[in-house]
């Protein structure tokens, strides 16, 4: 009975103009995608080379380690081509320098921004919206369209199980959307494979999740599909109804979420906050320098009425000391500034976290924010990829600043140049050029921080748990709707 | 062939005991209302728009839920074991409707299995459908371009080939044209031959004298006139027909009522 309900459904789907018209579509969106985000990922690799070898180069030809100017790149991910995420926004670049903070610069986008204009379409995004809208169009009318057409009633004057008909109507539509998916989710995988990009085991641990949280997100979709067509009578009340919820899930919620987020947790902007702590620092210093003067006239009073001599005994016996309470209290207010600033610091990007939070969690109402951002954490190009980027550079520029001032002090020079005062040969001046390029084998090399697998699927997990509920939620919704539907 | 008929005293294969009615909105669509089909007997129902004869079908196919009373099927309550009783019943609605985007024999193959019936071969669907007198070009077209009354020979044809031993008909012959509604009265007399136990609605008055064992008039949901075939020898069934809506004659009718027992 299902085996012959759910092969009617497929026949049904697979025989439909809408059938041919959908997959036609998904075909070229998801292929073209694929294969223009392959060829972004080479383009990446390649720029990604030759700046490291110019980079290289340049370490060589500087002559001596104080002047050399490194930076480093962000490497290109393979699974930027299924889940492209922040990847276009944040930065590649790096300077590494001890005098200078670690900050990732010229982003793909800022530097072509044409193609800001019109944004890479991934497959993540094919799935999340038109996927989603696809599962929508195959379901709206999956029970009141029958009604409708009189076919239910059909169907019913024979001995037929609600339950059994929903689960096939459910498995039926299921199999004819995943299964095409499924099919050209693979051709796309070898295409990416035969056009060569490197793709890891970890990879393909993640490319499986991907596919099936993407299962999961059609799946939720397909059933809301039938939820709302077992709660309405006509097919035209269900689609203006899910076209709806479709809109306000997939485009408006993410967005409100952050907007949300940004109203209900302040979180004050680098302006504000170097606003904050100049303020700070100016009202220390005032502070300090009306206590200096305090202490100084204090210091003057002591030594009224004492003649010249005796002043001048009083002031050699005690300046050390005054030098000292003196030093300390500098010492002091630079220190209070500096715990200020990072006291600043570290309560924004509290907030900032705090704001996060907020936002992903209202977002994760809508599936579509589940799906979204389990996919970039699957594939490493979440927000968190920035600082994750920016932290192991920072790392790295400590063990590079390290490297190179250990190197400096081997070869006796500052950077900059030396005088060297020598009774034969009189004054030399020494730049610290060594006439050859520096040898750069023993230099720390950058590597890119390791997102490990497990790590990345830990991190969707509550998407994944999140998406099994909605789905839990739909299909027994659907089903207690439709034990009671009026078959009429 | 009636008097094979009456020689046998079997149970009902499609009754209606003190079926009533009222819908939601307060609508009484059924008024106790009593009727029994016996094996090898036609029963039609008569009555205006709106005199409750889709309702009854619909109880006895679970379809709605009697407010009162019980319509049982081979004498299975088919509203406490609505999947049992479904087994022994095929039906064909006023209008049928099939899948637009199967043939006409794949939605006969579906809706056949899903009776029950899957050791049928092509050659049975095409007989089936020939008995129907679906021209045979249509028999692999597309649902979507059939008429009305191509639908309904379909659908007649399923209810044939699911071989159920009551068969409920509300308006089979609407969009029939003459000849198929000829052929039509033909085929339902072949299949009450068979022992079939047929209830049907019908506006056709004249095609209800000719063929039924029984006919029972509706009105506002009550059954206030029954005749069987012998009693309606010579008598004006319109005429009577149009009496029973107006309201006339209700009281005295209770004898003819009652004779529907004896059979
Ligand atoms: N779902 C419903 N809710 C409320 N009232 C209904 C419903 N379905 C039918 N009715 C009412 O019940 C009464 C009987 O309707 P029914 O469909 O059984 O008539 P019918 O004899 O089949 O008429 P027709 O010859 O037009 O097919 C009518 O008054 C109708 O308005
Ligand atoms: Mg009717």
Known sequence: MIKLLIEKELKNILLSPKFAATFLVCSILILTSVYIGVQEYHTAVAQYEANQQIATQDIAQATNWGSVRNQVHRKPNPMQVFVSGLHFDVGRVSRISGFQDVKLTRSPYSDETLFALFRFIDLTFIVQVVLSLFAILFTYDAINGERENGTLKLAFANSVSRASYLISKFAGVWIGLIIPLLILILIALLITTLMGVPISGGDWVSISSFIGLSVLYVTFFIGIGLLVSTITRKSSLSFLLLLVIWIGGVLILPRMSVMASGQLVEVESIAQIEAKQEAYQKARWDEYSSTISETWRKRSQEMEGMDDAERQAYRDEKEWDWLEEDDAARKQVQQDITENNRRLIEETSNQKKLQERVAFSLARISPASSFRLAAMNIAGTDIDMKSRYEDSMREYRDKFTDFTQKKQSESGSRGGFSINVDSESGVKIDFGRDDQTLDTSEMPQYSAPVLSTSNALSKSILDFGLLGIFIILTFGGAFISFLRYDMR | ?263
């Open chain 2, 1 to 263: 062939m009636e008097t094979a008929n009456e020689t046998i005293k079997q149970a009902p294969l499609l009754e209606a005991r003190n079926l009533t009615k009222v819908y939601e909105d307060g609508v009484k669509a059924l008024d106790n209302l009593n009727i029994k089909v016996m094996p090898g007997e036609i029963y039609a129902m008569l009555g205006g728009n709106g005199a409750g004869k889709t309702t009854t079908i619909n109880i006895f196919l679970d379809f709605i839920q009697p407010t009162n009373g019980n319509a049982f099927i081979n004498g299975i309550d088919s509203n406490s074991d609505p999947l049992e009783a479904k087994k022994n019943v095929a039906f064909v609605s006023e209008n049928v409707q099939l899948y637009p985007n199967f043939t006409a024999m794949q939605n006969i193959d579906f809706f056949v299995r899903l009776g029950g019936k899957s050791n049928y071969k092509r050659s049975d669907y095409e007989n089936a459908l020939n008995r129907v007198g679906l021209q045979s070009e249509a028999f692999d077209k597309k649902l979507r371009d059939f008429s009305k009354g191509m639908r309904q020979k379909c659908g007649i044809a399923i209810a044939i080939l699911k071989n159920a031993p009551a068969i409920l008909l509300d308006e089979p012959t609407s969009g029939l044209d003459p000849k198929a509604g000829k052929e039509f009265t033909k085929l339902i007399g072949e299949l009450r031959d068979e022992g079939k136990a047929i209830l049907m609605s019908t506006h056709d008055i004249f095609r209800a004298k000719e063929i039924s064992d029984h006919v029972g008039i509706l009105n506002n949901g009550e059954l206030v006139a029954q005749r069987t075939n012998a009693e309606l020898k010579g008598v004006n069934l319109e005429q009577l027909y149009v009496e029973y809506m107006a309201g006339y004659m209700e009281e005295t009718d209770q004898n003819l009522v009652l004779t529907n027992d004896l059979n």
